[in-house]
C-alpha cells in the first residue's frame, strides 16, 4: 500500500471541514434557521451591486490568506500547517456561500453574536497562532523570525 503524503492528510482536513460547515449551513438553509450575514468586513456602508461584492470578498481573502502565510512563515511554529489550515478553511467555507448565495449561512446564536462553524475554525486558528507565538516566549525558546 502507498505511503500518503503528510500534505494530503492537510488537504483532506480541510476538505472535511469545508464540507461539514456546508452540510450544517445547507440544513439550517432547508429548515429556514440561519442568519443572512450580507456585511462585508469594511465595505458595509458602500453601496455595492453583488458582482462587486463578491470580487472585493474574492481579493480580501485571497490577500488575507497571503499575508497570513507571511506573517506565519516568519515563525518556526510546529503548529503552522494546522494554523493554516484552520484559518484558510474557514475562510473558503465561508466564501463559497458569498459566492452561492450572496450572503454567508450564519447559524448559532450566543447572546448579540451570530457565527458560524467556518467563523468558529478561524478564530480557533488564530488563537492557536496567538498561544503558539506566547508559549514559545514563555517557555524562553527562540522564536526562530525568518
Not at 1 to 17: D, G
Not at 83 to 100: A, E, K, Q, T
Not at 104 to 117: G, K, P, R
Amino acid at each position: 500500500m502507498a505511503k500518503i503524503s503528510h500534505n494530503y492528510y492537510y488537504i483532506i482536513f480541510t476538505f472535511v471541514i469545508v464540507a461539514i460547515d456546508q452540510i450544517i449551513k445547507a440544513q439550517m438553509t432547508f429548515k429556514e434557521l440561519f442568519v443572512k450575514n450580507e456585511e462585508l468586513f469594511l465595505f458595509n456602508d458602500l453601496n455595492l451591486s453583488y458582482s462587486n461584492k463578491l470580487f472585493l470578498a474574492i481579493i480580501m481573502n485571497i490577500i488575507f490568506i497571503f499575508i497570513f502565510w507571511i506573517i506565519l512563515n516568519r515563525f518556526n511554529l510546529k503548529t503552522k500547517k494546522t494554523i493554516f489550515l484552520l484559518v484558510s478553511s474557514g475562510l473558503i467555507s465561508n466564501l463559497i456561500d458569498r459566492i452561492f448565495k450572496s450572503y454567508v449561512v450564519d447559524y448559532i446564536v450566543v447572546s448579540n453574536i451570530v457565527f458560524n462553524l467556518a467563523d468558529m475554525v478561524i478564530w480557533i486558528g488564530v488563537l492557536l497562532f496567538i498561544f503558539s507565538i506566547f508559549k514559545d516566549l514563555f517557555m524562553m525558546k527562540d522564536i526562530n523570525y525568518e
